[in-house]
């Protein structure tokens, strides 16, 4: 049990067990993506529940690049009072927590923001408007975009950020040769494709200091025939390592990639089944030598065990099994190793797309019989 449960720090960040809270859509944002009180009373029953690190909310950090209704929002300053309510309610129950900083990009949702859709390429859509391709002038201003939402995270108390560039949104969407089919300086070659996510690194970097903890979240690969692969997945890293970057969480797939969606659905019933990117994280550790934290399908202690003790990640990262079970690694913690729970049927989606918010609909369901 030491080794996950061992002190560990990312730069500045003295974090109490190797395990992660990964950034979701909890659904229980204001209208207008401001933190309320049950958003706050999820995330503080999560530290009480023993998560070393939280990865809070998927947030968006200008109007035109929210994906949907109750996300947590952090393109104003006038956000930042109800986000330190956040921070210093996670921080009296000995947490950390970091802030995800997103951008849908031909993923966002123009009924809701009433502007159009921006993307690294035109795209169209079957139902609902097109996506326009962003001008560099764009490009610029949604790099300003992370790096003021990165300084008022700084403000509002958090331990540091987290840069989404997975799932196939905005910064995806540009690593991505499958939505990226640009011929300027942000296409083509890999090192054009992640022009814009080392100009949002240094943006952040040059507001929030060397100091402030800043992650990534990136895909293994998109699981598309002409999507980001685990190649370029591994270039990528190996780019943002000798840019500083403080830390790496892995994932996978999009919207578009059939089964292996982010967020698969189906019972994982044997060891054998866990962890969905095993060996795009081998080929990681390898060659990179920034922290890895590893999301996608852990459900047992003892896979969580081998995958630290064998070098395959350093820290396992849980979204899904934390929704049903707030309190499970303390369970684990407690001896009492027995799976997680949870049934990976995603009905916890339900309760958020109805203005719910988040919680294990299948739980509660079997309770109320």
């Known amino acids: 049990m030491a080794k996950l449960f061992e002190t560990t720090t990312i730069n500045t960040m003295n974090l109490k067990n190797r395990f992660v809270r990964s950034a979701t859509w909890e659904g229980m944002a204001g209208e207008d993506g401001s933190c309320t009180p049950r958003l706050i ?41 109800n986000l330190h309510d956040l921070t210093e309610a996670v921080h009296k129950q000995g947490g950390k927590i970091v802030l995800q900083l997103a951008h849908a990009g031909s993923r966002a949702d123009s009924n809701l923001t009433g ?56 910064l995806s969407q540009f690593l991505s040769p499958f939505y990226n089919k640009r011929k300027d300086d942000y296409g083509g070659t890999i090192e054009n494709r992640a022009r814009i996510v080392f100009e949002v690194f ?16 990136m895909n293994s690969e998109d ?21 500083g970057i403080d830390a790496i969480e892995l994932s996978g797939g999009t919207a578009d990639s059939g089964k292996f969606v982010p967020v698969r659905k189906g019972r994982i019933d044997s060891e054998e089944d866990e962890v969905y990117y095993r060996e795009a994280a081998k080929r990681y550790k390898e060659k990179i030598g920034v ?45 009492d190793t027995s799976k997680a729970t ?26 109320s019989k």
């Open 41 to 81: 009373d999820l995330i503080v029953e999560l530290a009480r529940g023993g998560v070393g690190l939280i990865i809070s909310s998927h947030t968006y950090v200008s109007r035109e690049g929210q994906a949907g209704p109750w996300q947590l929002g952090i393109y104003s300053d006038e956000l930042i009072p």
């Open 202 to 217: 240094q943006s952040i970097r040059d507001a929030v200091g060397d100091r402030f903890p800043v992650l990534i979240k």
């Open 115 to 170: 502007m159009e859709l921006l993307g690294p390429s035109v795209k169209e859509k079957e139902n609902g408007p097109p996506c326009r391709e962003m001008t560099h002038e764009e490009i610029r201003q949604t790099a300003e975009a992370f790096a003021k939402a990165a300084a008022r995270a700084q403000e509002s108390g958090f331990d540091g950020v987290q840069i989404h560039a997975a799932h196939g949104f905005l």
């Open 291 to 335: 922290p890895l934290i590893l999301v996608g399908g852990i459900r047992s202690y003892g896979v969580a065990k081998r995958l630290v003790e064998k070098g395959v990640a350093d820290y396992i990262s849980l979204s899904r099994p934390l929704i049903r079970e707030p309190h499970l690694i303390n369970r684990w913690k407690s001896g």
């Open 223 to 243: 699981f598309l025939d002409t999507g980001l692969s685990v190649d370029e997945m591994l270039e990528v890293a190996a780019m943002l390592e000798r840019a």
């Open 342 to 367: 949870c049934l990976s049927d995603n009905m916890c989606f339900n309760p958020i797309r109805a203005g719910e918010g988040a919680y294990c609909y299948t739980e509660k369901k079997s309770r």
